[in-house]
DNA sequence: TCACGGAATATTTTT
DNA sequence: TATTCCGTGA
């Protein structure tokens, strides 16, 4: 909607120079003022710099901040973009409403939960609780012991959640992509909706759940939808490509009011398919706000020519995308290699080798990366890596959140807001010697029949007797209720009871004390427990475990290996992707689909895309996969079929 | 019913 | 690497 005054304010100049900093195409998507806008960015095209030179934009002429909303994947990116922005121009930039697609949800649903029948005090479940609470429901129901063939819990919860984020149902999800499990269909189903209901009733949500009840929020209640949507006179997505369905439509309820909407993507960087994403949501985006205008952004400022031809041909192998020809104006660099190391330790030691001789030309070792397809495929590497004493970060794989003794000191914090939190009372029930499920299941049982909250544990009759570990237990929670303490005071409360817990538990317990202890640190900054617990759940620090601070050697000094999925977003000046290995990436898993394929490719292509000045794909050309019982030995397909004009080949012999 | 040990196993995972 | 699964013995 176009209003008087900022029409007025587009006659006022600017403090920034827009026109000077900006390319041509950068600076008509940064100046682009009312209606839909699509900006199809490319790799290392300036993306995070339009948006935040639009975001200083918008508020230099006036626009409250508040009623500019970005819409990102990560914090990270967010706090990233508006302070990027408010260097530009002033603090004002930080007042910009932004966050997550699932902070917002949160926000709206504290809000008017009761509208889709929740209480606004509800509890969100992550992923890990998410899979504990279905194995709860999988035993409840005996689904565990008579039939062996029964999907993991985390597969499950695979399942649920790709069924609810493409909005289909489970049984096409089964067929689709597991059709292994078509013989236990009934069961699965039957879990799902025993899943669906027991989060109701608790009152809980779990990260779809977010989306699912903002989406009928705002599409059910119009007076909400009005009020909300007005409350935004710009909206700004980014990574629109990794958006699924739910959250296109999220975003077009969202923009019901203004319609002033910008997203900002590019379709061949989607690699979150398997979560449900559909990288269609930006080949769409025109069909859903009519009028939109589409800017591309083409000119590369990332990589070298060499490595811009190999990526160039590379996703040229692409079946549907917008076309777009990425260039550059940096000269020079080597061709992009293609190695085969013959087995994987050679590739462990080829790689260990080359970072020896890149870093020894004066490249810091915080300016290379090692890629991979998926966790584990790292671990060769960073035997070797030890050996030779070259310290490195590991992005991706296990995250600080999900291990078990964050989540066991977690657990005790999370009964004292929410009483009737079955995962987290069997939780911490059995780090108790002596209690197995069911003597967990009784107790927990029996608290909750007490209904006197989280000291239900104290005036709870026929406890188990001759349990030794019982009494501290009590003692805790008596403590923490006998007075009013503060947020971090109850975590050291709940440490000091769990130290020898920890210490019997785990023999790595030094490392994981550290871990605790900087949980602690975090627990300082709040001031309730609830919206710490809140902060946990959606926006987790992404500190990695094991993350060992080897003293002096700052982070961005080490060496990085990561997964490419969490190399999104971020540049190398040497990036090396190991087993590219056809049968490992593309993993077999994914031969048989063409969809999963053109994934695939587009992960490769992300991957290749990270490096600025030199790129090294290595794969080990002779391996037994026992899985399958092939012998592997083609590079991936991806580049294998490539000229040998865009990459070189090389053989490394044996030792 | 629980504890323990050894073996198997692992896509990717911004929330 | 870290977790989970499964069988066994107490």
């Known amino acids: 909607m176009k209003t008087e005054s900022s029409q007025a304010n587009h006659q006022r100049s600017h403090c920034i120079p827009y026109q ?58 967010s706090t990233e973009m508006l302070s990027r922005a408010s260097r530009l121009l002033d603090r004002r930039c930080e007042k910009v409403s932004g966050g997550t697609f699932h902070s917002f949800a949160n926000g709206a649903l504290r809000r008017y939960a009761p509208a889709v029948g929740f209480k606004a005090g509800f509890s969100i479940l992550d992923r890990s609780d998410a899979e504990s609470l279905i194995g709860m429901i999988k035993k409840e129901l005996g689904l565990t012991s008579q039939k062996r063939g029964f999907p993991k819990n985390r597969t499950l919860a695979n399942v649920f959640s790709k069924a609810v984020n493409k909005v289909i149902s489970v049984e096409d999800v089964v067929f689709d992509d597991y059709p292994h499990f078509s013989e236990n269909l009934d069961a699965v189903t039957s879990l799902f909706n025993a899943y669906q209901e027991r989060k109701a009733r608790h009152n809980f949500f779990d990260y779809d759940d977010l989306l699912v009840y903002l989406h009928r929020l705002l599409k059910n209640h119009e007076d909400i939808r009005e009020s909300v949507s007005s409350s935004y006179r710009y909206i700004m997505v980014d990574e629109y490509q990794d958006t699924n369905l739910l959250q296109a439509e999220i975003m077009y309820l969202l923009a019901n009011k203004n319609n002033n909407v910008m997203a900002v993507g590019d379709d061949s960087q989607s690699i979150y398919a398997f979560r449900g994403a559909n990288f269609k949501n930006i080949m769409d985006f025109p069909k859903i706000f009519p009028g939109t205008i589409i800017i591309g952004l083409e000119q590369n400022y990332r990589s070298v020519q060499p490595i811009l031809t190999l990526t160039n041909a590379m996703i040229e192998q692409a079946a549907e995308k917008y076309d777009k020809k990425l260039f550059t104006q940096k000269k020079g660099g080597l061709m992009p290699r293609l190695v085969d190391a013959g087995n994987e330790n050679n590739q462990s030691r080829f790689v260990t080798d080359k970072i020896k001789e890149i870093t020894r030309e004066g490249i810091s070792p915080g300016q290379i990366a090692v890629l991979f397809r998926a966790g584990f495929h790292s671990f060769d590497l960073e035997i070797e890596l030890n050996r030779e004493q070259i310290p490195f970060v590991k992005v ?74 019982f009494k501290p237990l009590e003692e805790l929670f008596a403590n923490i209720d006998s007075r009013p303490l503060t947020v971090a005071e109850m975590g050291e409360a709940v440490l000091r009871y769990y130290h020898p817990i920890l210490k019997r538990k785990y023999d790595d317990h030094p490392k994981r004390l550290k871990d605790l202890e900087q949980l602690l640190t975090i627990m300082e900054r709040y001031r309730d427990l609830e919206g710490f617990l809140i902060d946990m759940a959606l926006e987790p620090p992404n500190t990695s475990v094991g993350d060992r601070l080897s003293a002096g050697q700052h982070d961005d000094e080490r060496l990085v290996l990561s997964t490419i999925h969490s190399a999104k977003g971020l540049e190398w000046h040497t990036v090396f992707i190991i087993w590219a290995l056809d049968g490992r990436f593309p993993s077999v898993h994914s031969l048989n689909n063409q969809e999963e394929l053109e994934e695939e490719l587009r992960l490769m292509y992300v991957a290749a895309t990270r490096a600025k000045e030199n790129l090294f794909i290595t794969y080990p050309g002779q391996i037994y996969d026992r899985a399958s019982g092939l012998f592997l030995g083609r ?11 865009v990459l070189e080949r090389y053989t490394v012999d044996l030792w």
């Open 20 to 77: 000077d900093v900006l390319n041509p195409s950068q600076l008509r998507a940064v100046m682009f003022n009312d209606g839909p806008l699509l900006v199809i960015a490319g790799a290392g095209s300036g993306k995070t710099r339009t948006l935040t030179y639009r975001v200083a934009r918008l508020v230099e002429e006036g626009v409250s901040p508040h009623s500019i909303l970005l819409l990102t994947f990560t914090r990270k990116a």
């Open 396 to 469: 991706g794989g296990f995250k600080f959140m999900e291990s078990a003794h964050i989540k066991d000191l977690l657990a005790h914090l999370r009964v004292i807001i929410n009483p009737y939190d079955r995962i987290s009372w069997y939780r911490l029930l059995l780090l108790l010697n002596k209690v197995g499920p069911k003597t967990a299941h009784d107790m927990y049982e029996a608290i909750a029949n007490e209904r006197a909250g989280y000291t239900g544990i104290l005036t709870v009759k026929n406890k188990p007797k001759r349990l030794d570990g």
């Open 635 to 645: 590079p991936s397909r991806f580049v294998d079929l490539l000229p040998d004009s």
